[in-house]
């Protein structure tokens, strides 16, 4: 069973910058679509960003720019720099992995392990 545990959420000010990690058990990034989702208050959970098995990295539109993915392969860690924070990033983060995707990186469906989110808070 794999095991994905995020850390780095907090509270940051409006144009500042935060970076979330995920580390894994039980399951290599390498081998998988590992992703970033985001889950505001009475919203359902969106796509933030991927990295692909090959290094393909996806962005949803609103935070193309602003984060950033990284995959650390020997660490197997997964990192999501943000920066240029907005109070509409405020939302728990999800670190997710799961098969072998491409466009359909954003169905939430697709992907078979999930960590238990992290808070990230955008205010002044």
């Known amino acids: 069973q794999a095991k994905l545990v995020e850390s780095g959420g907090g509270l940051a000010q409006p144009g500042g910058s935060l970076r979330l990690s995920c580390t894994a058990s039980?399951?290599?990034?390498?081998?998988?679509?590992a992703a970033w989702f985001r889950q505001a208050p009475g919203k359902e959970r969106a796509p933030v960003a991927a990295i692909n098995w090959a290094g393909a990295k996806y962005y949803a539109d609103d935070v193309r720019g602003r984060f950033t993915i990284y995959r650390d392969n020997a660490a197997n860690t997964l990192d999501l720099q943000m920066n240029i924070l907005k109070p509409e990033d405020t939302a728990v983060y999800y670190c997710a992995a799961g098969p072998r995707l491409a466009a359909d990186w954003i169905q939430d469906a697709r992907y078979d392990d999930w960590g238990q989110g992290t808070q990230v808070t955008v205010s002044s």
């Open positions: 039980g399951r290599t990034f390498t081998d998988s679509t």
